[in-house]
T-cell receptor
Framework: AQSVTQLDSQVPVFEEAPVELRCNYSSSVSVYLFWYVQYPNQGLQLLLKYLSGSTLVESINGFEAEFNKSQTSFHLRKPSVHISDTAEYFCAVSLNAGGTSYGKLTFGQGTILTVHP | GAGVSQTPSNKVTEKGKYVELRCDPISGHTALYWYRQSLGQGPEFLIYFQGTGAADDSGLPNDRFFAVRPEGSVSTLKIQRTERGDSAVYLC????????????FGPGTRLTVL
């Protein structure tokens, strides 16, 4: 079975500072990796995903994550955060089953990012 | 609709009662998932439907939980003899068949068992 660990439950930062939200996973088979974001009073939204190819993936709002197979990590980074980035972020994995992605997602516990002015 | 919808948004019930939670997936999505999110935790998988059939129900905690999707679209999660520990946000997600990785989530139903 696979598991996901998000090392920080809360990360406070000031606006325009860089941020890294850490995610490590454990799995005996190949996985796909995801970051989801949940803004206050909203549902989960897909932020970015790693399925194959380049290990560095980017979102449209400036976040990026790098898949590191040797360290089994998929940390999320942003060089300069905004107040509007305040949200809860979830790292998740699903099994890489023969080129298609089996549906079940396993989530980490979440990291609350709070951006202060 | 444009996204996944769930009703009700909030449900308060008493211990021992029966509840039904409804999920309307995105039109055309053949895969549907239910997750449960307890306070301070990430979502936990409950059950996965491909079409009308439950392809994986390994996350259902016990036989008080049951879900159906009779016509391959709307799904209902049913909880019998509710317990206080069932209190959580129940999330539904859907995706296109064959691309199960890209799941779109609904806003959730917050269930409170008194």
């Amino acid at each position: 079975a696979q598991s996901v660990t998000q090392l920080d439950s809360q990360v406070p930062v000031f606006e325009e500072a860089p941020v890294e939200l850490r995610c490590n996973y454990s799995s005996s088979v190949s996985v796909y990796l995801f970051w989801y974001v949940q803004y206050p009073n909203q549902g989960l939204q897909l932020l970015l995903k790693y399925l194959s190819g380049s290990t560095l993936v980017e979102s449209i709002n400036g976040f990026e994550a790098e898949f590191n197979k040797s360290q089994t990590s998929f940390h999320l980074r942003k060089p300069s955060v905004h107040i509007s980035d305040t949200a809860e972020y979830f790292c998740a994995v699903s099994l890489n089953a023969g080129g298609t992605s089996y549906g079940k997602l396993t989530f980490g516990q979440g990291t609350i990012l709070t951006v202060h002015p | 609709g444009a996204g996944v919808s769930q009703t009700p948004s909030n449900k308060v019930t008493e211990k021992g009662k029966y509840v039904e939670l409804r999920c309307d997936p995105i039109s055309g999505h053949t895969a549907l998932y239910w997750y449960r999110q307890s306070l301070g935790q990430g979502p936990e998988f409950l059950i996965y439907f491909q079409g009308t059939g439950a392809a994986d129900d390994s996350g259902l905690p016990n036989d008080r939980f049951f879900a159906v999707r009779p016509e391959g679209s709307v799904s209902t999660l049913k909880i019998q003899r509710t317990e206080r520990g069932d209190s959580a946000v129940y999330l539904c997600a859907s995706s296109l068949g064959g691309t199960g990785a890209l799941q779109f989530f609904g806003p959730g139903t917050r269930l409170t068992v008194l």
